[in-house]
Each structure stands twice: as structure tokens, then as C-alpha cells.
């Protein structure tokens, strides 16, 4: 049976990840801060995008007739305590979120605490263990622009097995163009965030960037 929006992708991209999974991971750092107080919301948001690795890439997938298509990636949004909160992602035209991202942009990523290590024995799903989910455009980075130098120094002081990855696969800068925020890190809904708010809190106490 062929799976729609995999069936040109080469048996060559599948061999590769195989065999890089099973390479020692070197991309695990350690938290930066602890945990902000859940009351505010813009640092809770920032710490949790800053300490996260992955997260789930959805965009819309025309070979799916307009469904949606989720895909697990890896991210940065900056080099070590200098996160700026912008998602940035290495991907491959032949993979399908990237061919959607060129017919239609909108997208949405969703990253949760639970991979942190900080929820303890709490369920993904309770409230107190924070998850966020940033909806906009998913835009390929000019890959001769500043931006993209800061990207590929920010993607790979967090992923150092990408410098590694197959030049033939035509690896490029992509980020994530945010238009609006869904954060929950506390009972009592999700918390009020705008994205001005978002990638400019105010520190305060809290030096939460990863």
C-alpha cells in the first residue's frame, strides 16, 4: 500500500535518519532556569519554547485533500540563554511539510513540558504541565540573509548531528511566522498572550531563556 504525500521520497532519507538515530545524542542540555511562575504567562511561554528540542509541525497537506499534516521536527529559537522565541527548522523538500509550506503556508507547532522532565508524574494532559501551541505561516528563510546564519548557528548548537546532514537533500532554513498563541500552564484555561507580549516579556525575576 503507498502512503499518500511519501510516495516519491527516496529509500535513501529513511536509511539516513535510521542510522542517525542510533547515534549518541548530543543535542540534551540542561535547564537553563527553573520553571517561571505560572501567572506569567509570556515567560512561561518563552521558557517553555527556550528548554524544548521538538515539537509537533502541523501544515496543511494538499496530497491529503487540504487535511491537516503533523510532523515531529527538531527546533531552536536561539543559541544558548539568547532564545528570541522565533521557531526555527531544518527541512528537507522531500519531506512533506516542507512541499506543503510552499503551496500553502499556514501552520501551526505544538511543543509541551512533558519532554522537559519538569511535570514529574503528572498525565501531558494536566493543566500544571504546561504545552503551547503557535499558529502563523511557516516561511523558508532567505539562506543568504543574516537570519539565516543566526538560524543554522542557533538550529545546530542544539542539533549538532544536522551540520552532518546529506547536502543532496537540500537541507534549508525555515521558521515560523507567529500570528497567534495558545498556552496553557495552569488551571482555569488558556492564558491571555499576545504576540507582542510573547517576543517581548518582560524579565523581570525571571531569566528564563535557554
Given at each position: 500500500m503507498e502512503v499518500k504525500g511519501w510516495s516519491r521520497v527516496p529509500c535513501s532519507i529513511f536509511l539516513f535518519f535510521l542510522v542517525?538515530?542510533?547515534?549518541?545524542?548530543?543535542?540534551?542540555?540542561?535547564?537553563?532556569?527553573?520553571?517561571p511562575d505560572p501567572k506569567d504567562a509570556a515567560a512561561s511561554a518563552r521558557w517553555l519554547v527556550a528548554q524544548n528540542s521538538w515539537g509537533v509541525l502541523n501544515?496543511?497537506?494538499?496530497?491529503?485533500?487540504?487535511?491537516?499534516f503533523g510532523n515531529v521536527v527538531s527546533f531552536s529559537d536561539g543559541p544558548p540563554n539568547e532564545g528570541k522565541g522565533i521557531p526555527y527548522f531544518y527541512l528537507t523538500?522531500?519531506?512533506?511539510?516542507?512541499?506543503?509550506?510552499?503551496?500553502d503556508p499556514r501552520a501551526s507547532f505544538t511543543v509541551s513540558e512533558y519532554p522537559i522532565g519538569t511535570c514529574g508524574k503528572r498525565d501531558p494532559m494536566n493543566p500544571t504541565c504546561a504545552k503551547?501551541?503557535?499558529?502563523?505561516?511557516?516561511?523558508?528563510?532567505?539562506?543568504?540573509?543574516?537570519?539565516?546564519?543566526?538560524?543554522?548557528?542557533?538550529?545546530?548548537?542544539?542539533?549538532?548531528e544536522m551540520k552532518g546532514w546529506p547536502k543532496d537533500h537540500d537541507f534549508q532554513v525555515y521558521?515560523?511566522?507567529?500570528?497567534?498563541?495558545f498556552l496553557i500552564n495552569w488551571f482555569g484555561g488558556p492564558k491571555p498572550?499576545?504576540?507582542?507580549?510573547?517576543?517581548?516579556?518582560?524579565?523581570?525575576?525571571f531569566d528564563f531563556i535557554g
Amino acid at each position: 500500500m503507498e502512503v499518500k504525500g511519501w510516495s516519491r521520497v527516496p529509500c535513501s532519507i529513511f536509511l539516513f535518519f535510521l542510522v542517525a538515530g542510533f547515534q549518541l545524542s548530543e543535542q540534551a542540555r540542561p535547564l537553563a532556569a527553573a520553571k517561571p511562575d505560572p501567572k506569567d504567562a509570556a515567560a512561561s511561554a518563552r521558557w517553555l519554547v527556550a528548554q524544548n528540542s521538538w515539537g509537533v509541525l502541523n501544515t496543511i497537506s494538499g496530497e491529503l485533500g487540504g487535511a491537516p499534516f503533523g510532523n515531529v521536527v527538531s527546533f531552536s529559537d536561539g543559541p544558548p540563554n539568547e532564545g528570541k522565541g522565533i521557531p526555527y527548522f531544518y527541512l528537507t523538500p522531500l519531506d512533506p511539510t516542507a512541499k506543503n509550506a510552499v503551496k500553502d503556508p499556514r501552520a501551526s507547532f505544538t511543543v509541551s513540558e512533558y519532554p522537559i522532565g519538569t511535570c514529574g508524574k503528572r498525565d501531558p494532559m494536566n493543566p500544571t504541565c504546561a504545552k503551547i501551541t503557535l499558529t502563523g505561516e511557516l516561511k523558508l528563510v532567505n539562506p543568504k540573509s543574516e537570519e539565516a546564519e543566526y538560524a543554522k548557528i542557533a538550529l545546530f548548537s542544539k542539533h549538532p548531528e544536522m551540520k552532518g546532514w546529506p547536502k543532496d537533500h537540500d537541507f534549508q532554513v525555515y521558521k515560523l511566522e507567529i500570528k497567534n498563541i495558545f498556552l496553557i500552564n495552569w488551571f482555569g484555561g488558556p492564558k491571555p498572550l499576545t504576540v507582542e507580549q510573547y517576543l517581548h516579556p518582560k524579565l523581570n525575576k525571571f531569566d528564563f531563556i535557554g
